[in-house]
């Protein structure tokens, strides 16, 4: 009888440069199966909360304290859960109950907000509110999932597993995110409230999001390697070891320049797009579609680069051209201008995530990973708290278009602070390797 688990399988074996277990292959098949579904959940929800508030009447400084208030949520959950992976050494476990659980009910639970009638500051208030528990617990599991993956994914396949996984979560947002937006405009007009098009999409996300955590959660765990508390044996504590990590501090730095750059900006955009440039959601649909379409292209060819050029040479070739695109913003007047922007910001940031992510599990120490990626992340965070309250501020009372500006602006700053704290570091230690001895 036909398997579809043996084609699957054996593509993975042809992937891998190095022999593979039957466990790892069983772990890299049910983590590939975990990105389509939660890519189909993402899709589903991600750029309609801001405008499930706007559909309450909620301004800009409130769109930007939604998103603010999951950030710093987010950022409060990463050291309490690389604390937690410590005690328990069960990263699967932490990941299905947090991330893949409450925060994917939490999903559910804004599906029934229109369904009790509150008034419009109390339900703007709940959204606030339930974006943030989503943001708290899918971070609290941060570090044990980041953990997780450098264990069952070889490095010497990283490069194109990541690449061909991310691709077909590319084709999934991409059938996903014009349906959502049909799903959302069909829903609202079919009904006088306006909300039952949220609900919809809300609640398919709960269910596909589901069905990532079960794929999740078939992962076998390999035997668990995360140091116990008392356990760091590095001269200073563990976040000394982390700090001496070559280009590390620079990264981190960056990482916090470039999203709080990123974040004034982000919150906005589809805001920006059904506000000012009169697109409905159908038309959301379509740009978001139109940066995964191009994405499916940029991991194709960025993946295969990134194994050749590595991942430094990838976040700059990517990361200065993004620079741009958000001051494009400030000049558009019509939608089809913006699905234009979306089909070279989607090739370039999936060169740009696909670098970066890998740059991540290659500068952060094995024995301390779990805390190195929450310092990281909690720099991420915690410049993404203050973003969208900047950018909601200035939407508000100065000129939107402003906060397109700004984001440029900083993103390049970003990039300067990437070259010269990690780049030119990690390129002196590489060719003080091939140095012959003597000179």
Not at 173 to 184: F, H, P, Q
Request: positive net charge.
């Amino acid at each position: 009888m036909w398997n579809i688990k043996e084609p699957f399988d054996r593509a993975l074996v042809r992937q891998a440069r190095a022999p593979l277990t039957g466990e790892q292959v069983h772990s890299l098949r049910y983590f590939w199966y975990d990105g389509i579904f939660a890519a189909i959940s993402e899709a589903f929800y991600l750029a309609y909360i801001p405008l499930f508030a706007l559909a309450y009447g909620a301004t800009n400084q409130q769109v930007g304290w939604i998103t603010a208030v999951g950030n710093l949520a987010g950022a409060l959950a990463l050291f309490p859960g690389a604390r937690m992976l410590e005690k328990t050494g069960k990263p699967k476990s932490l990941v299905v109950w947090t991330g893949g659980g409450i925060a994917r009910v939490s999903l559910l639970l804004l599906a029934v907000i229109p369904i009790f009638g509150l008034p419009a500051e109390i339900a703007i208030a709940a959204i606030t509110l339930l974006n943030g528990l989503r943001a708290f617990m899918a971070n609290f599991c941060n570090p044990a999932w980041t953990s997780l993956v450098a264990e069952i994914v070889p490095d010497f396949m990283r490069g194109r597993y990541f690449s061909e996984r991310n691709m077909t979560m590319g084709i999934a947002t991409l059938l996903v995110s014009a349906v959502a937006g049909w799903l959302v405009y069909t829903g609202n007009t079919a009904t006088s409230d306006d909300m039952l098009g949220f609900q919809i999409v809300f609640a398919l996300s709960f269910a596909t999001g589901m069905v990532s955590t079960f794929a999740f959660s078939r992962i076998i765990e390999p035997q668990a390697r995360t140091l116990k508390v008392g356990e760091d044996e590095e001269p200073g504590g563990k976040f000394a070891a982390i700090l001496r990590s070559p280009g590390f501090v620079g990264f981190v730095a960056s990482a916090f320049v470039w999203n709080l750059a990123l974040q004034i900006a982000a919150p906005f955009f589809n805001v920006y797009l059904v506000t000012h440039l009169g697109a409905d959601t159908t038309m959301v649909g379509i740009a978001t579609a139109a940066s995964s379409l191009t994405g499916l292209l940029g991991l194709l060819i960025f993946g295969r680069l990134m194994d050749r050029k590595g991942a430094v040479w990838l976040v700059i070739v990517t990361g200065f051209p993004i620079v741009v695109l958000p001051v494009l913003w400030a000049f558009y007047t019509d939608p089809y201008q913006v699905v234009i922007n979306n089909l070279f910001g989607g090739f370039l940031w999936a060169g740009y995530n696909l670098a970066n992510f890998n740059l991540l599990l290659q500068l952060t120490p094995h024995r301390q990973r779990a805390h190195a990626v929450a310092l990281y992340q909690t720099a991420v965070f915690s410049s993404a708290v203050i973003g969208p309250l900047i950018g909601g501020y200035i939407a508000d009372n100065v000129i939107f278009q402003a906060v397109f500006v700004l984001s440029g602006l900083g993103r390049l700053i970003a990039m300067f602070i990437f070259v010269g704290m990690t780049a030119l570091p990690l390129r002196r230690l590489q060719r003080q390797a091939v140095a012959p001895i003597g000179g």
